[in-house]
């Protein structure tokens, strides 16, 4: 366990809300105090299927872009990983789903220290983490290989812990913008990661998030044409009960933000977005040039992803008043309905 770290859950069974500067050592859900909407205490089933977590990790560069996710409903559990070349346009996806139980899969309710993989016949899916330590492990049937890490030492995380509806919570971890070292072999050919200087990001969510659900969501990493590293992280629709996971970083340092809004063409995502946020610290145009989509409906459940990558054009605004201007670094953007 880190040292001066926190459960999420107090020994009262509440939620300590808001944005925590100390990490979080264990998202102990069974220690939530869960009603039902009228107030009741919430029976054991209702207590460990409501529970759902998902973690997403990505690679980012001008040569390449790296998506995977490993996310357990209880029910099903899903995981994909595509590669995307920019040069070619060529999109290289896999998608996988098994059963919520039995041996497919394993997740951690700890944030900064455990291990996660989805394994479904000769394609595996592992990120661990240990010591401020990520490693990103993929194995696919086709040959693809996947060896990423990233050190987070230095690197100030937004740790957001909100109320979801009546009877819920959210607790979500965000990095983006961090150098990262490893190898992908892929159709698209040998990349060594540190040469291409790409850049990590890194999405821990769980909780009894709400019921139906929907949400945007942006990230950006890359690197700086004076070589300071750039990560951006924000959302709208969603953990935004007083507090809320916008900001951006430079060399691993936050800058908070307000609120941000998105305005696309619901019915064409290829068109351009724009991002901004209420206080002008965030104003950019997105250029999407492909997809990862994912829709599943199994009836009690459902879901209907689309995560857009492409290039974002415009100016951020720093805490202390510097204008950093940004043309064409790549990152997503996301509309995503959830029914959990």
């Known amino acids: 366990m880190t040292e001066n770290a926190i459960q999420l859950i107090d020994n009262q069974g509440r939620l300590r809300q808001g944005l925590h500067q100390i990490p979080v050592s264990e998202i102990n859900y069974r220690d939530f105090h869960l009603r039902t909407p009228m107030g009741h205490k919430a029976g054991a089933l209702r207590q460990w299927f409501g529970f759902n977590q998902f973690q997403f990790t990505s690679i980012i560069s001008p040569e390449l872009i790296v998506g995977t996710a490993i996310v357990d409903t209880k029910l099903a559990v899903i995981s994909f990983v595509y590669i995307y070349h920019p040069s070619t346009g060529k999109l290289y996806n896999y998608q996988f789903k098994a059963p919520g139980f039995g041996s497919f899969s394993q997740t951690s309710l700890q944030p900064d220290n455990g291990h996660w993989f989805f394994r479904m016949g000769k394609n595996t899916v592992e990120i661990k983490c240990q010591n401020h330590k990520r490693t990103l492990l993929v194995r696919l049937k086709d040959g693809t290989v996947i060896d990423m890490t990233f050190e987070d030492h230095d690197f100030e995380p937004i740790r957001c812990a909100t109320r979801a509806d009546l009877n819920g919570f959210s607790y979500t971890q965000k990095m983006a913008g961090i150098p990262c070292q490893g190898r992908v072999s892929c159709k698209a050919g040998e ?63 936050l800058n908070k933000t307000a609120g941000i809004a998105f305005n696309y063409d619901s019915f064409d995502l290829y068109k351009p977005w724009h991002i901004y946020s209420t206080d002008g610290m965030i104003d950019l145009t997105f250029e999407p040039e492909g997809t990862q989509t994912e829709r599943n409906n199994f009836i009690i459940m459902a879901s209907n992803f689309h995560q857009m990558f492409g290039r974002f054009s415009g100016n951020l605004i720093t805490s202390s008043g510097e204008k950093i201007e940004i043309e064409k670094l790549y990152g997503f953007t996301e509309e995503h309905y959830a029914k959990w």
């Open 191 to 253: 990349y060594d990661l540190a040469e291409i200087q790409a850049c990590a990001s890194l999405d821990w969510t769980a909780g009894y998030l709400k019921r139906r659900c929907f949400w945007n969501w942006i990230c950006l990493s890359s690197v700086l044409p004076d070589g300071r590293s750039l990560g951006l992280n924000g959302a709208c629709f969603t953990n935004e009960s007083s507090f809320t996971e916008n900001g951006f970083w430079i060399d691993g340092k």
